[in-house]
């Protein structure tokens, strides 16, 4: 095992979570070849930095690649990849079930993160898959409602009084000192099972760009990741232009990549409609500024509106999103209009988890009414 | 293109939805061979009754069949066939993608379905990817919030008042008079659609036995058709015995079943947790028995306790479904313990739809409060 810093180069032997600089370690490339296989993980098996515990996947990943329409009016060839369809509805199965193949190998018994969403729910039914224990630390006004949908798999949900930004570090320190494995939003294990997205992207097409909703930095480190090995191993000649995609209402990233900074400040009352996405200072925010420096990729903001509009118009496609998933279509119809993505691209953009998990936020249509003597006339009235 | 009626064996030469005896039509068995293809339409192309329109798939189907724990202190084989990965999270999916692909190439300009759960949103999103209209019926105690996930797609979202029951056999007609192509929950396609999840065990594994959630019959004469044309073109050699499986509250097709009666009646007074199977009077409920006779399966009833029970159990295992998901599993124990299903058999379970449709309902773990400064403690001292 052998783990590096993307940001000042330290390189570690031992599953440590973040360097000493203060940066989150990541997994050496890694180089191979695709197998024939019925999942992501045995195709792709050289890539893993742990075996895979294949006969607890609950299915994960080898998501839907789905044509849109979208793409028609505005020039683009437009694919989007949609991680609805994972077991617990988001893209953090991936990583979570990478992590806990790890947690179990271990000899872990417990495990934990920080999260009231996608993640928390994810590390929840893993952690019942693996027979393992979970702590589950969420922010003090998480909704009961929304914590039904991580607590009903068993996991042990703590509801944290404080600085919820603070508990990102300290819960991994609580983790060691406990014997607890924490998997938060940039553990090593998670973002290496993010990879299997360019992976199966890679499989079906040959992206010009990939538009990623961007938080904590871990998803878009993790696809990141999986391209630059996808090339390091001969298997694509060129990597995509990826653009990370911020809401303006929290953009951290998109800032200091704006002001040219090498650092991430903390994004000040965080306002957004895409909660999934609203981290003030994401723990890979510095890592995720590297990238975009170093392979000239891009970050883009949009605004809730913007969001919204997107949300609806993907769900007219029959693909009902969270508001933060929507953030990649938000984006694009400004990035063709700048020219910043060009005419005949082909562009994925990734759904990362389902609407229904928000919902009570959501706007449904209006619902009209009629008996069922005068049905037809209102069928025949009807838009 | 031709239809034939299981209960008096009429035939038809066009698309109609019910012969005139008032069972349900169906297309005539298919044969033929499987080919290589990305996904269950293109490796079964010679078993549906039209074209699937495959540019506007939504990638449903070809979803993960799931080892489970679950069986192994039964002393069986149990897998878990996953079907909440679909893009709306329900089965009902690949009925609607294939129905729809005939309203497309019919001319159609609008659809419809009778349905307040998983179907309606299933074709409110699909009717919205194929720029269809949608006219979707519901009952009028159908809550704003369920209708939500409904209406986001861009279906109409009619509330009926009167006699629910009716309805489905009102909206055929008046689909007929309006040109509006109703997909109800036995339309012959949608039928044919279901048939996938038979094909795709199969490319898995040779199952004994098949638990299948059963309200209107529809999902169950998919599974059966599928497996019988299976063994009709050679690709199989026995059939799997197929077990219904309703909630006590409401098993009108059980009920008939082991009264030996060839008809079901009217269920009064349905009662159960498992709302999206409390169908009173399923208008595949005869053919479904007949199926039971001809090939000495089963028909099994679970209460509410027990469903409740499964449905935690399987979300123990990192798999958060319906109620009526769960009614697959509550019977398992039961047909175990009666020697019905015997000991090392390979079983599977359909998991219909997503736990999140019914959140509101699903009960959650306790859940505890901290304050940063005492989290060690707090953790210590937990389970």
Same mark, same amino acid.
């Given at each position: 095992m052998k783990l590096v810093c993307p940001i000042c180069g330290r390189t570690y032997e *031992?599953?440590?979570?973040?360097? *000493?600089?203060?940066g989150p370690v990541e997994f050496e490339r890694f180089t191979g070849e695709p197998y024939i296989g019925k999942n992501v993980w045995e195709r792709f098996w $050289?890539?893993?930095?742990v075996e895979p515990v294949l006969e607890l &996947?609950? =299915? *994960? =990943? $080898?998501t839907p690649l789905v044509r849109s329409k979208i793409g028609v009016e505005l020039g683009v060839k437009l694919y989007l990849?949609? *991680? &609805?369809?994972n077991p617990t509805w988001s893209f953090k199965d991936r990583g979570t079930f990478l992590a806990m193949s790890y947690a179990l190998k271990a000899g872990y018994r417990a495990v934990g993160t920080v999260s009231t969403g996608n993640m928390a729910a994810s590390v929840s039914a893993y952690a019942s898959r693996f027979g393992l224990d979970a702590k589950i630390l969420v922010s003090e006004n998480a909704s009961d409602e929304k914590l039904k949908a991580v607590s009903v798999y068993g996991g042990e949900v703590i509801r944290v009084r404080g600085d919820y930004g603070r508990l990102y570090f300290e819960s991994l320190k609580l983790g060691e000192r406990l014997g607890v494995y924490f998997v938060n939003s940039d553990n090593p294990f998670r973002i290496e099972g993010y990879k299997g997205i360019s992976f199966e992207i890679a499989e079906e097409i040959t992206p010009d760009y990939v538009l990623i909703p961007t938080s904590s930095g871990g998803l878009f480190r993790g696809i990141a990741k999986g391209f630059i090995e996808l090339r390091e191993s001969g298997l694509i000649e060129d990597l995509p232009t990826l653009i990370a995609v911020q809401a303006e209402g929290c953009s951290p990233i998109c800032r200091a990549f704006k002001e040219g900074r090498e650092n991430i400040e903390r994004f000040e009352r965080p306002e957004t409609v895409a909660k999934a996405i609203a981290n003030p200072y994401p723990p890979s925010g510095n890592a995720v500024l590297k990238l975009l420096r170093e392979f000239d990729w891009a970050c883009v903001t949009v605004s809730d509106g913007e969001i919204v509009e997107a949300q609806k118009k993907l769900a007219g496609e029959g693909l009902f999103v969270q508001p933060a998933s929507a953030t990649g279509i938000a984006a694009l119809k400004k990035l063709v209009e700048s020219g910043t993505i060009s005419e005949n691209a082909k562009v994925v953009s990734i759904l990362t988890g389902s609407g229904l998990k928000t919902l009570s936020h959501a706007e449904g249509g209006g619902i009209r009414e009629c008996p069922l003597e005068g049905l037809e006339d209102c069928i025949r009235s009807g838009s």
């Amino acid at each position: 095992m052998k783990l590096v810093c993307p940001i000042c180069g330290r390189t570690y032997e *031992e599953p440590v979570q973040r360097c *000493e600089c203060g940066g989150p370690v990541e997994f050496e490339r890694f180089t191979g070849e695709p197998y024939i296989g019925k999942n992501v993980w045995e195709r792709f098996w $050289d890539f893993w930095p742990v075996e895979p515990v294949l006969e607890l &996947t609950l =299915g *994960e =990943g $080898d998501t839907p690649l789905v044509r849109s329409k979208i793409g028609v009016e505005l020039g683009v060839k437009l694919y989007l990849k949609n *991680e &609805t369809a994972n077991p617990t509805w988001s893209f953090k199965d991936r990583g979570t079930f990478l992590a806990m193949s790890y947690a179990l190998k271990a000899g872990y018994r417990a495990v934990g993160t920080v999260s009231t969403g996608n993640m928390a729910a994810s590390v929840s039914a893993y952690a019942s898959r693996f027979g393992l224990d979970a702590k589950i630390l969420v922010s003090e006004n998480a909704s009961d409602e929304k914590l039904k949908a991580v607590s009903v798999y068993g996991g042990e949900v703590i509801r944290v009084r404080g600085d919820y930004g603070r508990l990102y570090f300290e819960s991994l320190k609580l983790g060691e000192r406990l014997g607890v494995y924490f998997v938060n939003s940039d553990n090593p294990f998670r973002i290496e099972g993010y990879k299997g997205i360019s992976f199966e992207i890679a499989e079906e097409i040959t992206p010009d760009y990939v538009l990623i909703p961007t938080s904590s930095g871990g998803l878009f480190r993790g696809i990141a990741k999986g391209f630059i090995e996808l090339r390091e191993s001969g298997l694509i000649e060129d990597l995509p232009t990826l653009i990370a995609v911020q809401a303006e209402g929290c953009s951290p990233i998109c800032r200091a990549f704006k002001e040219g900074r090498e650092n991430i400040e903390r994004f000040e009352r965080p306002e957004t409609v895409a909660k999934a996405i609203a981290n003030p200072y994401p723990p890979s925010g510095n890592a995720v500024l590297k990238l975009l420096r170093e392979f000239d990729w891009a970050c883009v903001t949009v605004s809730d509106g913007e969001i919204v509009e997107a949300q609806k118009k993907l769900a007219g496609e029959g693909l009902f999103v969270q508001p933060a998933s929507a953030t990649g279509i938000a984006a694009l119809k400004k990035l063709v209009e700048s020219g910043t993505i060009s005419e005949n691209a082909k562009v994925v953009s990734i759904l990362t988890g389902s609407g229904l998990k928000t919902l009570s936020h959501a706007e449904g249509g209006g619902i009209r009414e009629c008996p069922l003597e005068g049905l037809e006339d209102c069928i025949r009235s009807g838009s």
